[in-house]
């Protein structure tokens, strides 16, 4: 079993971060590069919890998410193709008084299977810089998201124009 830790500061709201992190409409993979559309299905979603099965590159899970508390969401691994076990994510958010918002993020990855196992193995050895890499572009891609809300689109305004 592998365990990754994950922190960055942004200037997203816990808010702003939680909605893009519970968006499963199509265009998913903009905010996070291992949830492919291909691979997306919500099962059920009610207010604060969700089952949706995601994934990309032959390896899925089904998640349950829960962000019913405002400054931590989890997700659980129910169902995989490779994970089983205490596989999951756990986000922690925390406001500073400059604004920001720091983001932890535990990752847990269980091999249930030989796949699973070496992938668990390469992700807490080698593998937890890509899963950072993957962790700063969504902490950029919903800041953009957010930066962008509220803006005319370029393309209405120079028709107005």
Same mark, same amino acid.
């Given at each position: 079993?592998?365990?990754?830790?994950?922190?960055?500061?942004?200037?997203?709201?816990?808010?702003?971060?939680?909605?893009?992190?519970?968006?499963?409409?199509?265009?998913?993979?903009?905010?996070?590069?291992?949830?492919?559309?291909?691979?997306?299905?919500?099962?059920?979603?009610?207010?604060?919890?969700?089952?949706?099965?995601?994934?990309?590159?032959?390896?899925?899970?089904?998640?349950?998410? $829960?962000?019913?508390?405002?400054?931590? &969401? @989890?997700? #659980?691994?129910?169902?995989? /193709?490779?994970? +089983?076990?205490?596989? !999951?994510?756990?986000?922690?958010?925390?406001?500073?008084? $400059?604004?920001?918002?720091?983001?932890? &993020? @535990?990752? #847990?990855?269980?091999?249930? /299977?030989?796949? +699973?196992?070496?992938? !668990?193995?390469?992700?807490?050895?080698?593998?937890?810089?890509?899963?950072?890499?993957?962790?700063?572009?969504?902490?950029?891609?919903?800041?953009?998201?957010?930066?962008?809300?509220?803006?005319?689109?370029?393309?209405?305004?120079?028709?107005?124009?």
């Amino acid at each position: 079993m592998s365990t990754i830790h994950l922190h960055r500061t942004t200037t997203a709201t816990p808010e702003q971060y939680v909605a893009g992190l519970t968006d499963f409409g199509p265009g998913r993979s903009k905010l996070f590069d291992n949830s492919s559309d291909a691979y997306l299905k919500v099962h059920r979603r009610s207010g604060s919890h969700a089952d949706v099965t995601e994934g990309s590159g032959g390896i899925w899970e089904r998640l349950h998410y $829960d962000w019913s508390d405002p400054a931590r &969401v @989890v997700l #659980t691994t129910i169902d995989s /193709n490779v994970w +089983g076990g205490a596989s !999951g994510h756990i986000y922690t958010f925390t406001r500073q008084s $400059d604004g920001t918002t720091d983001i932890d &993020v @535990v990752v #847990t990855r269980d091999g249930k /299977n030989l796949t +699973g196992r070496l992938l !668990g193995f390469v992700l807490g050895t080698i593998g937890g810089r890509v899963l950072d890499k993957a962790f700063e572009n969504s902490v950029r891609a919903i800041e953009a998201r957010n930066s962008n809300a509220g803006r005319p689109d370029p393309g209405i305004s120079d028709l107005a124009a």
